[in-house]
T-cell receptor, first 114, second 114 residues
Framework: DAKTTQPPSMDCAEGRAANLPCNHSTISGNEYVYWYRQIHSQGPQYIIH???NNETNEMASLIITEDRKSSTLILPHATLRDTAVYYC???????????????FGKGTRLSVIA | NAGVTQTPKFRVLKTGQSMTLLCAQD?????MYWYRQDPGMGLRLIHY???????AKGEVPDGYNVSRLKKQNFLLGLESAAPSQTSVYFCASSSGQGSNEKLFFGSGTQLSVL
């Protein structure tokens, strides 16, 4: 069962902000939300993660709602190179406590258009 | 600094043949993972390991076996390959499951079973 829900695809104009939503309504109180992206058929690449507060790094910003049931990844000035599949992921519901792995859903395919 | 290296990059098997995929990491990471990716399915976790000598089942473990005899290596075996195992296989590693866990991925192995 998927623990996160993302739209299958989105378009964004080059130079504009790309806002990618994710629903994780069953997330537990101490569980982080992670974002990765996959360009073409390469291995996924880490972007950012957060728990409660909003986070920002050189790649993106992460906005987490106060109830932590959803989050939004923001690419402030999307470029053509940001065209990729973006995954919002949390820990699996199986596995030994403290050793539960990260599981990926189907992600959102972001197309940045010139 | 190689990071995560997967061998081979491509392989074609006949139904019923066996093979082993090798994943090697040079970052002294404790945790290692094997995922498979099929078109439109995102990444699905096959098996994972939280340390040398340990393995655990992921979301889709059937038909695969793994071994972690050395900390730096994680082997994925197919004892009797089936066409349903045609996929792209990704290996990943991380330093541990804490607040700052980041997965580092290999470049993938394209496996075709005829």
């Amino acid at each position: 069962d998927a623990k996160t829900t993302q739209p299958p695809s989105m378009d964004c104009a080059e130079g504009r902000a790309a806002n990618l939503p994710c629903n994780h309504s069953t997330i537990s109180g101490n569980e982080y939300v992670y974002w990765y992206r996959q360009i073409h058929s390469q291995g996924p690449q880490y972007i950012i993660h957060g728990l409660k507060n909003n986070e920002t790094n050189e790649m993106a910003s992460l906005i987490i709602t106060e109830d932590r049931k959803s989050s939004t990844l923001i690419l402030p000035h999307a470029t053509l190179r940001d065209t990729a599949v973006y995954y919002c992921i949390v820990r699996a519901s199986f596995g030994e406590a403290g050793n539960t792995p990260l599981v990926f859903g189907k992600g959102t395919r972001l197309s940045v258009i010139a | 600094n190689a990071g995560v290296t997967q061998t081979p990059k491509f392989r074609v098997l006949k139904t019923g043949q066996s093979m082993t995929l090798l994943c090697a990491q040079d970052m002294n990471h404790e945790y290692m993972y094997w995922y498979r990716q099929d078109p439109g399915m995102g990444l699905r976790l096959i098996h994972y390991s939280v340390g040398e000598g340990t393995t655990a089942k992921g979301e889709v473990p059937d038909g695969y076996n793994v071994s972690r005899l050395k900390k730096q290596n994680f082997l994925l075996g197919l004892e009797s390959a089936a066409p349903s195992q045609t996929s792209v296989y990704f290996c990943a590693s991380s330093s541990g499951q804490g607040s700052n866990e980041k997965l580092f991925f290999g470049s993938g192995t394209q496996l075709s079973v005829l």
